[in-house]
């Protein structure tokens, strides 16, 4: 695993993306191999993504503070969230996903959980 980090970052890859599988649900309730993270990173020349965190914020939080990573990719919370890194810089309340909504087929779970926070948000030159 250390070399083909090492491999991967002297062909230059953009990101290496470290996946926690934290689902305990289904029965699969991490912590990341945190040795081995901290491996990966060490011998990554690059930037290193974590995901899998779920709700987990402040495992994430840490995680960063620790280095193992460069920054975190939040999936189910940005799904219900769409206001996400504001929210989290406000330390507001971070909604709840519905799980029984996901893999639809239609926009429903995707695009209709509500903004709190005043985003601030721009589109082309200002
Ligand atoms: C509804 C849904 C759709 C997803 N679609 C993709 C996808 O298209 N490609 C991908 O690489 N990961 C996909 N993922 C996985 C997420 O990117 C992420 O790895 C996973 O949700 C774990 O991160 P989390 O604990 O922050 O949710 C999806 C996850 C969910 C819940």
Known sequence: MLRAAREL???????????????PTQ?????????????????????????GYSRD??????????????????????ISNPDLPERMRESAALAEWDATQFYGDGQKG??????????RMTIGPT
């Open 110 to 119: 995707y695009n209709d959980y509500l903004a709190i926070t005043r985003k």
């Open 57 to 78: 914020v402040e495992s994430a939080e840490r995680d960063i503070r620790d280095g193992l990573g460069d920054a975190v990719a939040f999936g189910k919370l940005a």
């Open 9 to 23: 970052g002297d062909r230059k890859c953009a990101y290496l993306h470290l996946f926690n599988h934290y689902f």
């Open 27 to 51: 029965g699969w309730d991490g912590p990341f191999d945190r040795a081995l993270a901290q491996g990966m990173k060490n011998n990554f020349n690059g930037s290193v993504v974590l995901n």
